[in-house]
């Protein structure tokens, strides 16, 4: 199976680079920049689960892409979708299957308006990763799992196909039946958190020892759940009890990676993430009109976008 994926960075990166090290046919779409990168330097995975170097692996650009991959695997960031979208064209062919591992959903249905929806199938992963200033990819903490499946659920031969080109490498990789509930329950997870420690800017064990820091974690995971209930995607109790468990947490160190593009003075993907869910929130009624902390963070991360474009352009 040929294997494209989009993107070099702490997601693509890790994954992509597993899958080489397991023996697939893996090549990295990437922009000139990365690609010299991974020329002279390789690629570079440091992970407490196990270190990796790819010396010179296989990258193409994008007027170069001219045949159809069986898999592409999406793993850029949401405010990059668009342009991936374009640059991809080329490597889909009738039977490609495209998995993307963006957070949110929303990028369903672009992806299913330019390829069909019979091309795009559900996915997620679970990990922690950045690139340091090397280009290095580095696994943050012992989580790196990915799942995948048909939005229907069916346990269709091309799901059962790529588990067979997943299985083995060093990653946990699962084929869901029921992947569209699991992609909301991280969406739920994900919103809160990013909402907390970006509003705030701190991660979360310092949030829970400020007055009223659990309280607020705790309500903005109910806010996002209750977006989810109105959408038909009701996330299980017991994963709730996780999740509130996990966003109160003394000593948590854990931040959202939208927390840490403020902090790097990256763009965010805060239409994607938050916007949409209150988008979606607002079609249904599950928001609050007011006093909603989905709506301060959103508009905290909107200001931060509206000073970075001014700053850059008086630079």
């Not at 920049?33 to 330097?41: C, F, I, P, V």
């Not at 196990?50 to 007027?63: C, E, F, I, R, S």
């Not at 991809?88 to 062919?93: D, E, I, L, R, T």
């Not at 003394?250 to 209150?278: V, Y």
Request: proline share 4%.
């Amino acid at each position: 199976m040929r294997i494209l994926v989009v993107g070099a960075g702490a997601i693509g990166g890790y994954f992509g680079g597993r899958l080489i090290e397991s023996g697939r046919g893996v090549t990295f779409l990437v922009r000139p920049r990365r690609a010299a990168e991974l020329a002279a330097n390789g690629l570079v995975l440091k992970s407490a689960l196990g270190d990796y170097t790819q010396k010179a692996p296989a990258t193409v650009l994008a007027p170069e892409l001219s045949e159809p991959f069986d898999l592409i695997l999406l793993s850029c960031k949401a405010y990059s979708l668009d342009d991936a979208i374009i640059s991809v064209k080329p490597a889909v062919g009738p039977n490609t299957a495209i998995l993307p591992l963006l957070n949110g959903v929303r990028h369903l249905e672009i992806l299913d308006e330019h390829f069909g929806k019979e091309r795009v199938i559900g996915g997620q992963c679970g990990i922690a990763a950045t690139l340091d200033p090397q280009g290095r990819v580095v696994h943050l903490n012992r989580v790196h799992e990915l799942s995948f499946g048909e939005r229907d659920g069916a346990l269709s031969d091309r799901v059962r196909a790529i588990g067979r080109q997943l299985h083995g490498a060093k990653f946990e990789a699962r084929a869901s039946e029921n992947n569209l509930q699991e992609m909301w329950n991280k969406w739920v997870f994900l919103s809160a958190l990013a909402a907390g420690t970006c509003v705030l800017r701190a991660a979360i064990g310092d949030i829970v020892q400020a007055p009223g820091g659990t309280r607020m974690m705790s309500d903005v995971a109910d806010e996002s759940r209750a977006i989810a209930e109105a959408h038909g995607f009701t996330p299980p109790d017991t994963f709730m009890q996780w999740v509130r468990s996990t966003l109160t947490e003394t000593g948590s160190t854990l931040t959202a990676s939208m927390a840490r593009d403020i902090e790097n003075h990256n763009p965010t993907e805060a239409d994607h993430i938050i916007g949409d869910l209150i988008r979606r929130g607002e079609q249904t009624g599950s928001l609050a009109r007011s006093r909603s902390l989905l709506r301060l963070a959103y508009t905290h991360l909107k200001a931060y976008e509206a000073h970075e474009e001014r700053t850059r352009s008086v630079g």
